[in-house]
C-alpha cells in the first residue's frame, strides 16, 4: 500500500511539473506560436504581369511598413488585405490579383516584423498597421471618392474586424477566422489553463457588435486549422447583434479545402459569393 501511495505521488510530481514547463513555455514563447513571419517577399505581382507600386507606410507609433499597391483599371473601390500569421504579402499576389480583377485597386501589406519590415509585433502594433493601410488609400487622389472595404484571411480576418471598429468601412469579408486565440489555444490545450495566461487575444467574438458594416464570412468545414464551428460562432453572434441593431445580417458562403490550400480562389461558390458581395455594397 505504501509503494502504490509513493508511485502515486510520484506521478502527481511529475504530472505537475510537465504542467508548470508547459505553462512556463506558453507564457514566454506565445508570440512565436501566434506569429510566424518571414523575410522580405522573394517574388513581385510582376510575376503574374500585374501592374504595381511600391509604396510605404507609416504607422501612428512610427513603423515604417512596405507595402504594394495594385491599382485596378478602371476602380469601383479600394481593397485593404490583411494577410494571415504566416509568410508575406508575396505568398498572396493570387489573392490580390482576383481582387484587382474585380474592381479593386488592393493594398497588400506587411505587418511590423513581417517582410523584412522593423517594430516589434504585438496584437495592438497589427491594428496600428491596418489603420496605417486603410489612412494610404482613403488619402489617394481619385478623380472621385472610392469606398474602402477590408479583406482578412485567418489571424488577418481578427485584424480587419477591429479596423472596421477604427475606421468607416463600406464592406468587410473575413475568410477562415476564428473566434479568438483563447478559444484556438484552449482547443489545442485543453489540459493548459491557457485563458487565464494568454496576452495574445485577437477576441472577435466580442467585437461582432462593433461591426457597422456590411459583412461577407468565408469559411470550409474542411479547415484542418481554425474549425468550422468557429465561423458558426462569429456567424451567430453576428446576425444576433445585427437584429438587435435592426441592420441587415451578415451574409455567409462555404469555401472548400483545408485552411492553407483552400480560400475564395479555389471555390466556385466562394468567389460568386464574393463577387456577389460586392456588387451589393457598392451598387
Given at each position: ?8 505521488f ?5 504530472a505537475v ?5 508547459a505553462?512556463?513555455?506558453l ?18 505581382p510582376s ?11 507609416t504607422?501612428?507609433?512610427?513603423v ?9 483599371e478602371e476602380p ?7 494577410h494571415g500569421?504566416?509568410g ?9 490579383a482576383?481582387l ?12 511590423r516584423?513581417?517582410?523584412g519590415?522593423?517594430g516589434?509585433?504585438s ?7 491596418a ?7 482613403a ?11 477590408a ?7 481578427a ?24 478559444d ?11 485563458r ?10 466580442d ?5 457597422k458594416?456590411?459583412w ?8 484542418d486549422i481554425?474549425p ?7 456567424l ?11 441592420r ?8 472548400r ?12 461558390d466562394?468567389?460568386?459569393a ?7 455594397v457598392?451598387r
Amino acid at each position: 500500500m505504501a509503494g502504490m501511495l509513493r508511485m502515486v505521488f510520484a506521478l502527481l510530481k511529475i504530472a505537475v511539473a510537465v504542467v508548470v514547463i508547459a505553462v512556463t513555455l506558453l507564457v514566454v514563447f506565445q508570440a512565436k506560436l501566434v506569429w510566424l513571419p518571414t523575410g522580405a517577399p522573394e517574388v513581385t505581382p510582376s510575376l503574374l504581369r500585374i501592374p504595381y507600386r511600391d509604396v510605404t507606410l507609416t504607422t501612428r507609433d512610427g513603423v515604417a511598413l512596405h507595402a504594394w499597391l495594385l491599382p485596378a483599371e478602371e476602380p469601383r473601390g479600394l481593397l485593404v488585405f490583411c494577410h494571415g500569421n504566416g509568410g508575406n504579402i508575396g505568398d498572396r499576389i493570387d489573392s490580390g490579383a482576383e481582387l484587382r480583377r474585380l474592381g479593386f485597386t488592393t493594398l497588400l501589406f506587411d505587418y511590423r516584423g513581417y517582410g523584412g519590415n522593423g517594430g516589434s509585433l504585438s496584437e495592438e502594433g497589427t491594428y496600428l498597421d491596418a489603420e496605417a493601410a486603410y489612412d494610404f488609400l482613403a488619402a489617394l487622389p481619385p478623380a472621385k471618392p472610392l469606398p474602402i472595404i477590408a479583406f482578412g484571411e485567418s489571424l488577418g480576418g481578427a485584424v480587419a474586424i477591429e479596423l472596421a471598429r477604427r475606421r468607416p468601412l463600406a464592406g468587410l469579408v473575413t475568410e477562415s477566422t476564428f473566434t479568438s486565440i483563447a478559444d484556438m489555444g484552449a482547443e489545442l490545450y485543453p489540459f493548459l489553463p491557457v485563458r487565464w495566461i494568454l496576452r495574445i487575444r485577437y477576441a472577435s467574438v466580442d467585437k461582432v457588435a462593433d461591426v457597422k458594416c456590411p459583412w461577407l464570412l468565408l469559411h470550409s468545414r474542411a479547415d484542418d486549422i481554425v474549425p468550422y464551428a468557429h465561423v458558426e460562432r462569429l456567424l451567430a453572434a453576428a446576425t444576433a447583434a445585427a437584429q438587435a441593431a435592426g441592420r441587415a445580417p451578415p451574409r455567409f458562403a462555404e469555401l472548400r479545402g483545408g485552411h492553407n490550400e483552400g480560400g475564395f480562389l479555389v471555390s466556385p461558390d466562394g468567389k460568386a459569393a464574393l463577387a456577389s458581395f460586392f456588387d451589393s455594397v457598392l451598387r
